[in-house]
């Protein structure tokens, strides 16, 4: 059985940074694409940002660009979420994401979900 234990969140002030962490088990993740969602107060799941089983492929949701950074080491089975110059409109619970997939050809989508950590950026 598939399990993402997220990690990392918590409250930060505008500007501030977080770091967060995604450990998968229940099968090996190698040769997954991992990636990240997040989902604000009363809206819907949003996608976040995604990486290649290789690494070598990132993509980003246009809000996050520039500020956040995805990696992943397979030898730790650890994926993480670097980010930077956090704004209020990041506050989100952040949920992490393995054997993403392009759905209608342009949205990631997954299937196997962490519980998710929450993220609260203050202004």
């Known amino acids: 059985q598939v399990q993402l234990v997220e990690s990392g969140g918590g409250s930060v002030q505008a500007g501030g940074s977080l770091r967060l962490s995604c450990t998968p088990s229940?099968?090996?993740?190698?040769?997954?694409?991992m990636g990240w969602f997040r989902q604000a107060p009363g809206k819907g799941r949003e996608f976040v940002s995604a990486i290649t089983w290789s690494g070598g492929t990132t993509d980003y949701a246009d809000s996050v660009k520039g500020r956040f950074t995805i990696s992943r080491d397979d030898a730790k089975n650890t994926v993480y979420l670097q980010m930077n110059n956090l704004k209020p409109e990041d506050t989100a619970v952040y949920y992490c994401?393995?054997?993403?997939?392009?759905?209608?050809?342009?949205?990631?989508?997954?299937?196997?979900w962490g519980p998710g950590t929450r993220v609260t950026v203050s202004s």
């Open positions: 229940g099968r090996s993740f190698s040769r997954d694409t």
């Open positions: 994401a393995a054997d993403l997939y392009l759905r209608y050809g342009s949205e990631w989508f997954s299937e196997h």
